[in-house]
């Protein structure tokens, strides 16, 4: 029988899917640009990544402050169309609130919000997220005791950083009584396991377990959550 004491998760494609909030939020907030400044080139999805890794190349700390790189890429953007510099920044910040607020238009998972309170009687409960959500935004953040994202320690999971904050907030647990629930092979389950951490893996979309180490325990349905960590570790 294992003690966990802390239970920590992902959000993104854990708690909501991500991927085509995204996507709507990024073209909306386009569509907002223009309507301000007029026609914007765009370019591809390869041009849109050629520039991402471009700008980490020359500012290192954009890997982990992704709401400063997607100011630059909008700045790079404005540059083209718009000559008065103060007036860029403004509209860049105005345009980085429009997409924020978008990005935060998820639809939880069926069965999240129940099982969080549930496991929030029993556990501390955190969040470790490598993107920009505010989990505190959600009625659901009321049961988490913190939230760690990226710009909070330098750092993307699954290095060590995110991790190692989420104990300093307690005296007296240490990584084995850790559980982290996620979604990403890499990130969250090597990442965790590495450090000794427990972890649990959800996989809604039924991937194939692909790393050398075991396959971790894992569900794909929210409601099945609280009585599989009940049946593990209790
Ligand atoms: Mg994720």
């Known amino acids: 029988m294992k003690n966990i004491k802390l239970i920590t998760f992902d959000l993104d494609d854990t708690f909501w899917d ?37 700008l ?51 639809t939880f998972y069926e069965g999240v919000f129940d099982a969080i309170k549930r496991l929030s009687k029993k556990y501390h409960l955190g969040v470790l997220t490598n993107g920009n959500a505010d989990i505190f935004r959600f009625d659901i953040g009321k049961f988490f005791d913190f939230s760690i994202s990226s710009l909070d320690v330098k750092s993307n999971k699954p290095a060590e950083p995110h991790f ?22 890499i990130n969250d389950i090597y990442g965790a396991h590495i450090l000794g951490i427990n972890t649990l893996w959800f996989n809604n979309k039924n991937v194939e377990w692909s790393l050398e180490i075991a396959e971790p325990n894992k569900f794909n349905n929210w409601k099945e959550c609280v009585s599989l960590i009940e049946d593990i570790y209790e």
């Open 18 to 54: 991500i991927g085509p909030v995204i996507i709507k939020a990024e073209l909306e907030t386009r569509e907002w640009l223009q309507e301000k400044v007029g026609d914007i080139q765009w370019g591809s999805l390869s041009d849109f990544l050629n520039y991402r890794k471009e």
């Open 56 to 106: 980490i190349k020359e500012n290192n700390s954009l890997e982990w402050d992704i709401s400063l790189l997607r100011k630059e890429i909008y700045r790079r953007k404005l540059d083209e169309v718009v000559m008065d510099k103060i007036k860029i920044d403004s509209i860049i910040n105005e345009a980085y609130q429009n997409f924020i607020d978008k990005r935060h238009a998820v």
């Open 164 to 185: 190692k904050k989420a104990l300093e907030n307690y005296k007296n647990i240490s990584y084995n009584q850790i559980l982290h629930v996620g979604d990403h092979q």
